[in-house]
């Protein structure tokens, strides 16, 4: 497989799509264990959550100040989720091995244990992924996206 990369590339949204931010959604059945996944084990900052608006539970994760988000919502008894895929994944792309083996010993710290990956990039690439208590993947990767090409190994 041939991979494309060309660091530095500015690239705009369109003029007719004037996005301010993006945030990606997706149902649980296990909600108190995604919120203390993503927030304890993981890490990421909660902006945002409530309890029973018009029957939702939901929180929204994220970084302060960047425009990227994750909502996770619980609806329903119990509600309908759709089975994991090993495509279906969050990538953190972390500045550097260190970062990654930071992350990667904080989540064995709280109990976690990394899984294989399906694709080969993502090994071949030095990352190293997770699974969430839904079976949804979290991928570690040494390196930012868009910044600098993929380590190789």
């Known amino acids: 497989m041939t991979t494309s990369h060309t660091p530095h590339t500015t690239?705009?949204?369109?003029?007719?799509?004037?996005?301010g931010a993006v945030r990606?959604?997706?149902?649980?059945?296990?909600?108190?264990a995604i919120v203390a996944f993503y927030r304890d084990d993981l890490g990421l900052p909660v902006l945002a959550s409530w309890r029973g608006h018009?029957?939702?539970?939901?929180?929204?994760?994220g970084l302060p100040g960047a425009p990227v988000q994750m909502e996770i919502t619980q609806?329903?008894?119990?509600?309908r989720i759709p089975e994991p895929d090993p495509e279906n994944q969050l990538v953190l792309y972390l500045r550097g091995p260190e970062a990654r083996d930071r992350?990667?010993?904080?989540?064995?710290?709280?109990?976690?244990?990394?899984?294989?990956a399906t694709n080969p990039y993502w090994?071949?690439?030095?990352?190293?992924?997770?699974?969430?208590?839904?079976?949804?993947?979290?991928?570690?990767a040494p390196w930012v996206f868009g910044e600098e090409p993929p380590p190789r190994g």
């Not at 018009?54 to 994760?61: I, K």
Request: charged share 15%.
């Open 24 to 32: 990606f959604a997706r149902p649980t059945a296990r909600y108190d």
């Open 75 to 79: 609806h329903g008894t119990p509600p």
């Open 11 to 19: 690239h705009t949204w369109p003029g007719h799509l004037a996005v």
């Open 103 to 116: 992350a990667v010993a904080h989540l064995e710290a709280r109990g976690h244990t990394p899984v294989p």
């Open 54 to 61: 018009a029957g939702y539970d939901g929180v929204v994760l």
């Open 123 to 140: 090994p071949d690439n030095g990352a190293v992924l997770f699974q969430d208590p839904d079976g949804w993947l979290v991928v570690l």
